[in-house]
Every structure is written in structure tokens, then in C-alpha cells.
């Protein structure tokens, strides 16, 4: 079964192998199972410091009726900085796209959305969405 495979991450430790800060988020249609897999922020703690996570997420696209990856990605290939990571579930778009929030915390927490081609995996667009001070005072 598909959920049984190992798939492919930027560390190559495999989809849904790693460490308990792990997340995972499914989305599901007719024909495509979406999944955003790895590690989150600890909110309100400043990476910076040396606490928080480093190793990017990834977002994955299969196809269930044809039982295969069509694609993958890495919170690290859109461009966004070292530290963004992808955020909650994506959500598929009018049958052709695929949007997803992804988080930056650095000096700043900063909270942007994508748009993923569905089919292909090519990322259409990112926007900033908002940013916040991580000081707690």
C-alpha cells in the first residue's frame, strides 16, 4: 500500500521518519492525496537562539487512482529563506491548484501563502501575508 512506501525528503530520511517535532497534515480529493510532512517552529521561541527547527518540509502530491508520487517539494524550493517551513493543510484549489501557508520564523515570524499547479508541482505564486515581532514582551 502506498502508505507503506518510503518516499523521498530533503534529509533522506523518508516520508514520516523523524524526529517527535514532526507534523503531518493530509488532504484528500477525488483523485489526489496531498501531504505536508516534517518539522514545525516551537511559536514564540527564536530559532536564532539555537532552538527550533532548520530541516525544511516537504509537501507531497499523489495520485491515488494511478497509485504513484506525481510530485514532491521542499519548503526550501520556493525560495522564501532556509528557515520557511510549510504550515496546516493544504487545500486544492478549483481542481488546478494547490494552496498552502508556510511560516518563516527568524527575527521575525513571517506567514506567506503559495500556489502550486496541481498537476505539475510548479509553483505559480507566493505572497506575503503578514509578519510579527518574536519578542514576547
Known amino acids: 500500500p502506498i502508505w507503506q512506501e518510503k518516499f523521498p525528503t ?10 517527535t517535532s514532526e507534523r503531518h497534515t493530509l488532504t484528500v480529493s477525488d483523485r489526489y492525496l496531498l ?12 530559532p536564532l537562539l539555537g532552538v527550533g527547527s532548520t ?47 508556510l511560516s518563516r520564523v527568524d527575527a521575525m515570524t513571517t506567514s506567506y501563502l503559495a500556489s502550486i499547479d496541481l498537476e505539475t508541482g510548479r509553483v505559480k505564486w507566493t505572497r506575503l501575508i503578514c509578519e510579527a515581532t518574536n519578542d514576547p514582551e
Open 10 to 19: 530533503q534529509n533522506g530520511s523518508g516520508f514520516g521518519h523523524g524526529a
Open 35 to 46: 501531504a505536508r510532512s516534517g518539522r514545525v517552529f516551537h511559536r514564540g521561541v527564536n
Open 55 to 101: 530541516s525544511p518540509s516537504q509537501l507531497y502530491c499523489f495520485d491515488h487512482r494511478r497509485r504513484k508520487l506525481v510530485w514532491w517539494l521542499s519548503s526550501e524550493s520556493l525560495g522564501l529563506g532556509a528557515q520557511t517551513l510549510f504550515e496546516g493543510a493544504p487545500v486544492i484549489h478549483a481542481g488546478e491548484s494547490v494552496i498552502v501557508g
